[in-house]
């Protein structure tokens, strides 16, 4: 058993979502958002190093010492699993362990809107979920697999780096892929899926520009495509999903990107307010006429205001609407939702006849 076994059972054991175990620091681990040292002693560079290398593989030692970083899955069994970042930084090595929950949650679970478990019908096309780091997009779309595996007769590929949830085949067969065991990158992984007879395609991130144009093709050919991006919201995914590609290339990237978007997914993590959970507050950008001619046109700058406006029966919503929503039933308080609006003023002006909920 590595030694620091011992500190994951505990974050496992008090449902926290993190350790952070760094030299120069006493271990810490994150509790609904918050960061809580641990009564331990300060970590040693020496120490901390020899923790940490416990939890890895001989290859995976030497991706590390090569690149000064790692991605990976480590596992105490029949007790939890976790997603893995090992990095030198200034003071020496670190690393942040996530928990991966072993149950794959579903949409009513999360608590997301109704229209994401509309994506799961989707034939084909390119869905973006979004977010900064932290903010639930790897579980969205565990969510979402889970719903298609459930429901529907479909081949299933996830990229991803590394795995987290494990998916166990229902009506679906899921093909899962590990970049590092699995595939050398994501490019590779992708074009080897487009081979292997693929109806949905799941890729962790689409990193670089060689990614986005093989998940276009993807979409192109018929395939749901799911994706990840680290956005803060709608209209920033669709511009780092364009920019990331060469100027000479941009326009025609944007021609398809309007053809073959049909949502996107930005989230936050919230803290509830009369539990000790998080809930997720979307941001849900539908396609439409209108919003494949804003990107076709160059015009991103005014899916805001379009999500602002949007009928709420097409499925569409800004940020701040559904953080209004979460007020007013009570999941959150303003102070909560004020701390991730887009727009701050404008919530405390829709939230203003709602004094009892405040």
């Known amino acids: 058993m590595a030694r620091i076994d011992s500190f994951l059972r505990l974050v496992l054991d008090q449902s926290a979502s993190d350790l952070h175990f760094h030299a120069g620091n006493p271990p810490i681990i ?4 918050d960061l809580i040292p641990l009564p331990f002693r300060t970590l040693s560079e020496d120490e901390t190093r020899r923790f940490l290398l416990e939890t890895m593989t001989e290859e995976q030692i030497d991706v590390f010492e ?3 970083q790692i991605d990976y899955a480590y596992q105490i069994e029949g007790y939890g699993r976790f997603r893995v970042n090992v990095f030198q930084k200034l003071h020496g090595i670190g690393a942040v362990f996530r928990v991966i929950p072993d149950h794959v949650p579903t949409i ?7 229209v994401v478990r509309s994506l ?4 084909s096309g390119l869905v973006l979920v979004t977010g900064p780091t932290g903010s639930g997009k790897t ?3 565990a969510a979402i697999v889970n719903e298609i595996n459930a429901k529907q007769r479909r081949h299933i590929i996830t990229i991803e780096d590394p795995i987290e949830y494990v998916h166990h085949d229902q009506l679906s067969v899921v093909t899962q892929r590990q970049i590092g065991d699995h595939a050398a990158t994501f490019p590779s992984a992708l074009r080897s899926a487009l081979r292997e007879s693929p109806d949905v395609i799941v890729v962790g991130e689409l990193r670089d520009a060689e990614s986005v144009a093989l998940a276009l093709s993807a979409a192109e050919t018929g395939v749901l ?3 990840t991006l680290h956005t803060n919201s709608a209209g920033k995914a669709i511009d780092r999903l364009i920019d990331v590609s060469e100027d000479d290339v941009q326009a025609q990237v944007r021609a398809v990107v309007a053809v073959l978007l049909r949502t996107v997914v930005a989230q936050q993590l919230c803290r509830r307010a009369h539990e000790d959970r998080l809930i997720a507050a979307c941001e849900v950008l539908m396609q439409n006429y209108a919003v494949s001619h804003m990107i ?4 991103i700058h005014q899916i805001e205001g379009h ?3 949007a009928d709420p029966t097409t499925g569409s919503q800004s940020l701040d609407m559904c953080l209004h929503h979460y007020i007013r039933d009570g999941f959150i308080t303003l102070e909560e939702a004020l701390r991730v609006a887009n727009q701050p003023d404008r919530l405390r002006q829709l939230v203003a006849d709602l004094p009892d909920e405040l």
């Open 108 to 114: 009513d679970e999360l608590g997301l809107p109704s």
């Open 66 to 68: 090569q690149d000064q």
């Open 296 to 299: 076709r046109e160059a015009k």
């Open 225 to 227: 495509v799911f994706g």
């Open 30 to 33: 994150r509790y609904n958002k």
């Open 139 to 141: 579980t969205t779309l």
């Open 307 to 309: 999500l602002q406006h």
């Open 120 to 123: 799961a019908d989707l034939g």
